[in-house]
């Protein structure tokens, strides 16, 4: 029910939502887009040695504002000042200038596979600290708004103890040593440690805190609704009916998913039509094989990691 093209959308348009009219963003958007909690421990190993290379034998539980600034200003005083002679990860640059396939495969590949964290307090990693420190100072310069009046905006009620805000007596403790009262808990800091969603199992979807999960679907929906390439211009008239039927959502196909498109047109040969590699790469295949066993679907799709096969040669005679 989120595709903005819905007739029963229409009934909205009276109280203000609107198609096609571009969407804005407020600044506490850049602060509830911070995921650093659900960072990867693959991730975070990978942010472990890059810091460490930056300041070296430096313990990051420690360091400055300053240290960050001037370490990271040195870092891109490093960087080449022609983009086109960047590299990425540990790959090299073919001949032509660009990176091989198989390279980026294998990146994206890796992903795929790799578990995210989970949302919640505590779970940040170390390596982030300076950087977390950084985020709450901008959201004091800007200006923001509080968590409990980002809450009021989304008609969410405001937390009336820190206790409604986490559960955990030591979480706790730390706010009402920082902040007195929870009026007072900053957007930034409140987001990260707000207690999360329970999982329910199937159909757990996103087990953010309830602020951060209200922001963002609520954002979603104004984007696919203002964007007037995805409502008031989507049409054949406007896309010729190849490009209407190329972006359009098959329901037969990965139960509607498209992002199979990309990766198949951007890597040809690398992906097989019924991969979830393909189909499904937010989530990892191990799950998909349990999720699609749960359907009576799993001798369906191709679990393998994606591997090339080039085009047959024809043999006409």
């Known amino acids: 029910m989120l595709d903005p093209r819905e007739q029963a959308f229409d009934a909205f348009d009276s109280e203000g939502i609107s198609k096609g009219v571009g969407n804005q963003v407020c600044m506490e958007f850049n602060l509830i887009y911070r995921w650093h909690a659900t960072i990867s421990d693959q991730n975070e190993a990978w942010c472990n040695e ?8 430096q313990d990051l539980a420690t360091l400055t504002q300053t240290q960050l600034f001037e370490g990271f200003k040195n870092w891109g005083h ?23 396939d198989d390279g980026l495969v294998d990146i994206l590949t890796s992903t795929t596979e790799d578990i995210a964290g989970a949302f919640g307090a505590r779970n940040v990693p170390t390596a982030l600290r300076a950087i977390e420190i950084l985020g709450i100072n901008q959201g004091r310069n800007w200006g923001t708004a509080s968590l409990n009046e980002v809450r009021k905006f989304f008609k969410l009620k405001p937390h009336e103890t820190f206790l409604d805000i986490n559960p955990d007596p030591d979480v706790v403790a730390s706010f009402e040593a920082l902040y007195g009262e929870p009026d007072n808990v900053e957007l930034y800091p409140g987001l990260v440690c707000e207690d999360t969603k329970q999982p329910i199992v199937p159909g757990s979807g996103l087990c953010a805190g309830l602020t951060v999960a209200k922001a963002i679907l609520s954002d979603a929906v104004s984007l696919v609704r203002g964007d ?12 010729t009916s190849f490009g209407f039927n190329e972006i359009a959502s098959n329901p037969d196909v990965g139960f509607g998913t498209t992002i199979y498109k990309l990766l198949q047109r951007a890597y040809p040969g690398w992906y097989r039509s019924n991969s979830v590699y393909a189909l499904f790469p937010l989530t990892i295949p191990s799950e998909n094989r349990d999720i699609l066993a749960t359907k009576e679907l ?6 393998s990691p994606p591997s090339f096969f080039p085009q047959p040669t024809p043999v006409l005679s």
């Open 50 to 57: 890059f810091m460490g290379k930056l300041w070296p034998g």
């Open 78 to 100: 490093t960087i080449d000042a022609d983009p086109a002679r960047w590299v990425f990860g540990d790959l090299t640059r073919n001949a032509s200038g660009g990176f091989d």
């Open 228 to 239: 007037r390439y995805y409502t008031i211009d989507s049409s054949p008239a406007n896309l």
């Open 298 to 303: 799993e001798a369906e799709y191709d679990y």
